[in-house]
Structures are given as C-alpha cells and as structure tokens.
C-alpha cells in the first residue's frame, strides 16, 4: 500500500514532441503528489505538486493530470528540449511529511530529448 | 545562497569502517531527512528529523544513525561499513507548515569495499 509505481523507467523523445511519465498508487490517504528533476551528479529538485482537489496543474510546458478515482497520475513536458533531459521521479505522501508520513518516491524515469 | 550543504562528495570506505556524513542547511528549516538513492530504485528515506533534538527511522535505518543537536546540522552516521550501504546518500531539507517543498543536497557517493 505504501508503493508509488512509475513507468516508463526510460524514455527518448525527439525535440518538439511530449513526454509522458505515468506514476499509480495504492494508498488512498496520499494527498500531496509532487514530481522532482535530478540531472546527473545533483540532487532532485521540485518541478511541481498537485492536491487532489484539482484534476490539472499546468507551469509553463510542464503539466500534471490527476486521476483520483484510478489513483493515477502523470507528468506531461509539451514542447520537450534538449535541456529537459533529466531523470524524472514521482512521489506521493499524506500531508507534507512528518509524523503523518513521508514522501514515497517512484523508482524515476530517464528521459533523453534528442534534437 | 548555500542551501543544503552535504560533506564529502566522495568517500571510499573498507568494509568495517565508520565513517559521518555531514549535513548542514542555512535555510533555518525545522525538517531534514536523509535518503539513499540507488540504480533504478528511487529515492529510500532512511531518517528523519522535525526538529532539534527529535529523529525517527525511516524505511530503511539498518546500519545507520543520526543526531539533530542543532536546527542547522543532521550528521549521518554509518557503523561497521557493508558493501550494501554502497550508495548515494542526499540530505534535504523542509520548511514545515504549509510548504511541501524538499530542498536536497548535491549528494555524497560512498562505495564500500
């Protein structure tokens, strides 16, 4: 119940096109599902955090869709550059951390825009 | 600005060994949490703190240990070094409150041999 699944655990996209990364979870308390960027040799970064009360969050070519009832949700990049090339981790938690619960992260997705 | 701040980058160990991982953050955030990250598996928490003076495992602290003495400092610590504790090791911090944002580290890669 715990688990965050993410898939594809790689994926090569031309310049211009979409990328897609699907993450599935089980635990119905989950609330907070952010997706964070790690470029090689730093740490992860916050690229963006969706609640469950919204279905969509969209920052700039980087968008969320939220799917409550299948306990799903992805990460879009409309407009994929060369500079996105990234490895992309999903993760979910109730509340923010702490005593409620921490971050579970998914096993994260490398993606590889070609120009 | 310094953010998260992790020493050393590198570090070898001989199996047996002990070693510390620092962790320091300037940012005077309540949480700090240590993870392990290894090919192809995502991010592991192995402790974490709310506040000085308070730690609490995480989903995998065998073999380690922490201390949170001060708001600013969350030293690692690894007893008897085995090659499973192999890894890439980040520090993060949070702010608490309404804010749900980690801010991690550049990393410390330990291989333990």
């Known amino acids: 119940q715990q688990q965050v699944k993410q898939s594809p655990q790689s994926l090569i996209v031309q310049k211009g096109g979409i990328s897609i990364i699907n993450c599935a979870y089980e635990n119905t308390a989950f609330d907070y599902f952010p997706w964070y960027q790690q470029f090689p040799g730093k740490g992860p970064a916050l690229l963006i955090a969706i609640r469950p009360d919204v279905s969509e969050k969209k920052e700039g070519r980087f968008t969320i869709s939220f799917n409550k009832s299948a306990k799903q949700f992805s990460l879009h990049i409309m407009d994929s550059q060369p500079g996105d090339s990234a490895t992309y981790f999903c993760?979910?938690?109730?509340?923010?951390?702490?005593?409620?619960?921490?971050?579970?992260f998914g096993k994260g997705t490398k993606l590889s825009v070609k120009p | 600005n310094a953010g998260v701040t992790q020493t050393p980058k590198f570090r070898i160990l001989k199996i047996g060994q002990s070693m510390t991982l620092q962790c320091t953050q300037d940012m005077n955030h309540n949480y700090m949490y240590w993870y392990r990250q290894d090919p192809g598996m995502g991010l592991k928490l192995i402790y974490y703190s709310v506040g000085a003076g308070i730690t609490d495992k995480g989903e995998v602290p065998n073999g380690y240990n922490v201390s949170r003495s001060t708001t600013e400092d969350f030293p690692l610590r690894l007893e008897l070094a085995a090659p499973s504790q192999t890894s890439v090791y980040f520090c993060a911090s949070r702010r608490g409150g309404d804010s749900g944002e980690l801010f991690f580290g550049e990393g410390s890669r330990l291989t333990v041999l």
């Open positions: 993760a979910a938690s109730r509340g923010y951390g702490g005593s409620q619960g921490n971050l579970i």
